[in-house]
């Protein structure tokens, strides 16, 4: 995902994904975006920065600082933020290091597809493991008008199985693995935050997983119908070659 310091500020966007262009007329090249200003993974002393928000999500050596902010804790220790980090270690920990606008003009580029990048073992994870996908097609298509709906789902099914060679997967057809999720866009609303990051987002009334109901109204299956998936077929024969100022399919 593009998601390097750089885009804190705003305006590095526009030169990666230019840069991404370049590269897709020549080879097949996508990148991935979540639709969070946030990245998570574990407490990295090669991010510590006192330019960004870092809020401790985890610790071994001392599960009572989780959800608190690095700078309170070093404050509270008198200890600088690099030293409080150590001493937090192993831990993990959610940057706060990108641009709304970067964010969101990578997440619209016909190049970019949703993934959620969550992490399911983390004890606190970042929202976007339960909310990311319902809050692209809520949040970004339905109010924001970022992309049109067909676009949206687009991003996260076919073009998602395109890129990593997975037939009969991402779309609707005949003979296709039946993986589908029905929804009420009206109601759908994600509700997971850095505060309470494991919530089930509103308006989604059914989700079917190779042919089998694993979710249907607020209840979770006993059927376990997923499977691990493979590459099938060769990426340079599933993907075409990205043109220039090429338009987003609706």
């Given at each position: 995902?593009?998601?390097?310091?750089?885009?804190?500020?705003g305006?590095g966007?526009?030169?990666?994904?230019?840069?991404?262009?370049?590269?897709a007329?020549?080879?097949?090249?996508?990148?991935?975006?979540?639709?969070?200003?946030a990245?998570?993974?574990?407490l990295?002393l090669?991010?510590?920065?006192?330019?960004?928000?870092?809020?401790?999500?985890?610790?071994?050596?001392?599960?009572?600082?989780?959800?608190?902010?690095?700078?309170?804790?070093a404050?509270e220790?008198?200890?600088?933020?690099?030293d409080?980090?150590?001493?937090?270690q192993?831990?993990?920990a959610?940057?706060?290091?990108?641009s709304?606008?970067?964010?969101?003009?990578?997440l619209a580029?016909?190049?970019?597809?949703?993934?959620?990048?969550?992490l399911?073992?983390d004890?606190?994870?970042?929202?976007?493991?339960?909310?990311?996908?319902?809050?692209v097609l809520?949040?970004?298509?339905r109010?924001?008008?970022?992309?049109?709906?067909?676009?949206a789902?687009?991003?996260?099914t076919?073009?998602?199985?395109?890129?990593?060679?997975?037939?009969?997967?991402?779309?609707?057809?005949?003979?296709?693995?039946?993986?589908?999720?029905?929804?009420?866009?009206?109601m759908?609303?994600?509700?997971?935050?850095?505060?309470?990051?494991?919530?089930?987002?509103?308006?989604?009334?059914?989700?079917?997983?190779?042919?089998?109901i694993?979710?249907?109204?607020?209840?979770?299956?006993?059927?376990?119908?997923?499977?691990?998936?493979?590459?099938?077929?060769?990426?340079?024969?599933?993907i075409?070659?990205?043109?220039?100022?090429?338009?987003?399919?609706?």
């Open positions: 995902m593009l998601n390097a310091p750089a885009l804190a500020i305006g966007a526009s030169k990666a994904l230019s840069r991404l262009e370049a590269a007329q020549h080879q097949h090249a996508h990148c991935d975006c979540y639709p969070y200003t990245g998570s993974s574990t990295d090669g991010q510590v920065t006192d330019e960004i928000e870092i809020t401790i999500t985890w610790s071994t050596p001392h599960p009572e600082q989780a959800r608190r902010p690095l700078k309170e804790i404050a220790w008198g200890v600088s933020l690099l409080a980090a150590k001493q937090l192993p831990a993990g959610v940057y706060h290091n990108m709304e606008a970067d964010m969101q003009q990578v580029h016909p190049l970019s597809m949703v993934g959620s990048d969550g399911p073992n004890p606190h994870p970042h929202p976007r493991l339960w909310g990311a996908f319902p809050r809520a949040h970004y298509s109010d924001l008008k970022l992309m049109p709906l067909a676009e789902v687009r991003k996260m076919s073009l998602s199985a395109a890129n990593f060679g997975l037939t009969d997967r991402g779309v609707i057809r005949i003979g296709a693995y039946a993986d589908l999720t029905l929804f009420d866009l009206t759908l609303e994600d509700t997971a935050n850095y505060e309470t990051p494991i919530a089930a987002a509103k308006g989604i009334e059914m989700v079917i997983v190779n042919g089998k694993a979710y249907h109204q607020g209840a979770i299956s006993d059927q376990r119908a997923g499977r691990m998936l493979r590459r099938t077929e060769r990426i340079s024969q599933s075409p070659t990205f043109q220039p100022n090429q338009e987003q399919t609706s």
